[in-house]
């Protein structure tokens, strides 16, 4: 089996690929729309114990890095943190949006990233693509609702206070109004319930 085929029995997919040294830095996502039915049935989701998401990630891609014989490598690890941002940009495959987070070339603004593995080669890939942004009308720039995310830095404040009214239901349980608005990321099957799952962790 490939390990395009192994991640995507997981609920997982390849999102790009980044030199780091001598490794190739394979970066791990949602696999959308299967992504979430595996999760929410397992047992982590279920346990009642913190950070269900991390953990699963940590269960399932380190079996997988044991198997192969490589290293995992996950967002939550550190401080200091491994840098995924800036694997991301390397890959070729995310940009700069213009509000000012990461775009990929299929998940849009739903980009995330749940580990890495290390690998001695490269894999073969998509090639890099340029910014999905170019030519877009970059509707991302007006859908916040409440004005935290646009053309200037982001408001944290006035995002939470937003999501404590009842107009910033449609956020909590949808998603938030700017990654829901990306073209791009409109394709990508992203789960309402997944959306929902991240926001209520954001915004406790």
Request: glycine content about 10%.
């Amino acid at each position: 089996m490939t390990l395009a085929a192994r991640l995507q029995a997981q609920g997982l997919t390849l999102l790009g690929q980044a030199r780091d040294g001598a490794a190739f830095v394979a970066l791990l996502g949602p696999d959308e729309p299967g992504f979430w039915p595996l999760f929410s049935a397992s047992r982590e989701y279920g346990n009642g114990a913190p950070d269900p998401l991390d953990r699963w990630s940590k269960r399932v891609i380190g079996t997988l890095a044991n198997e192969l014989g490589v290293e995992a490598v996950f967002p939550s690890d550190g401080p200091p943190y491994p840098p995924f941002l800036q694997w991301a940009r390397d890959s070729g495959r995310c940009h700069v949006s213009p509000v000012g987070l990461l775009v990929h070339d299929r998940a849009g603004l739903w980009l995330s990233f749940r580990g890495a593995l290390l690998l001695p080669r490269a894999l073969e890939m998509p090639r890099a693509q340029p910014s999905p942004c170019i030519g877009c009308a970059r509707p991302c720039l007006a859908a916040c609702p409440a004005g935290a995310l646009g053309r200037a830095p982001y408001d944290v404040a006035a995002c939470h206070a937003w999501l404590d009214q009842p107009a910033g239901d449609a956020c909590m349980e949808a998603g938030c109004a700017v990654r829901r608005a990306c073209p791009v990321g409109a394709a990508y099957g992203r789960v309402a319930a997944q959306s929902a799952f991240h926001m209520k962790a954001f915004h406790q």
